[in-house]
């Protein structure tokens, strides 16, 4: 199957720094991707659909100049979280469809984001 | 709005013995329903999908309408199932975005 990369995996951050995400594509091109959000012992959150080439899509309640989404080419989006502070610690977590495969979504291992 | 719910959050069960995790949902439109296993340690990856109506490692799951509900069932768990399972929905509606239930923790215990 299609491959979805993430990295870092793990990454630890001092409060009111910014931390990029990256999330790729390997072997297929995504117009379309998805991050998600999922705190410990709960369900995925989506938090907004990054497509190439335009703005992110935000979901209600994520502040878009917090997590800021690019998605520059059709194999890379990326996450920025700015001035972070400890309660976004969480485990971040992104997807791609894959271009006619019936709405098929692979995901990425997830970014595990310590903010100390 | 689109919602999947998953009541258990935990099935524990006896390898050999059947094991049903329950999902329902709620959509205006026809929805598409899948299953994701996130196995310890791994990522989320998909199951099956109601519109392949196919069996993947035993499991199978309907689509039933009428009661909303889309139901993971497996006759004979093996240990090997022990996972974390997701009911999931998507949509034209929703602009084919993922909307995930709460998740089931499978533990099939020896």
């Known amino acids: 199957g299609a491959v979805v990369s993430q990295h870092p995996s793990r990454v630890i951050c001092k409060s009111g720094t910014s931390v990029k995400i990256e999330c790729r594509s390997l072997d297929f091109q995504a117009t379309t991707m998805f991050w998600y959000r999922q705190f410990p012992k709960q369900s995925l959150m989506l938090m907004a659909t990054?497509?190439?080439?335009?703005?992110?899509?935000?979901e209600q309640g994520v502040e878009k100049d917090k997590f800021l989404i690019n998605h520059a080419s059709l194999t890379l989006s990326t996450l920025t979280v700015t001035s972070a502070h400890p309660e976004d610690s969480s485990f971040y977590i992104c997807?791609?469809?894959?271009?006619?495969?019936?709405?098929?979504?692979?995901f990425g291992e997830g970014s595990w984001l310590t903010v100390v | 709005a689109q919602r999947v719910t998953q009541p258990e959050k935990l099935l524990s069960v006896f390898k050999g013995a059947p094991v049903e995790l329950k999902c329902n949902y709620s959509?205006?439109?026809?929805?598409?329903l899948f299953w994701y296993v996130q196995y310890s340690r791994q990522r989320l990856q998909l199951l099956l999908r109601h519109i392949s109506r196919e069996s993947i490692k035993g499991f199978t799951a309907d689509l039933n309408k009428g009661e909303t509900s889309f139901h993971l069932k497996k006759p004979f768990a093996q240990e090997e199932d022990s996972a974390m399972y997701y009911c999931?929905?998507?949509?034209?509606?929703?602009?084919?975005?993922?909307?995930f239930g709460g998740g089931t923790r499978v533990l099939v215990k020896p």
């Open positions: 999931a929905l998507s949509g034209r509606a929703a602009g084919n975005k993922l909307t």
């Open positions: 959509y205006s439109g026809s929805p598409e």
């Open positions: 990054s497509n190439e080439g335009s703005k992110a899509t935000y």
């Open positions: 997807s791609a469809s894959v271009p006619g495969g019936g709405n098929t979504i692979y």
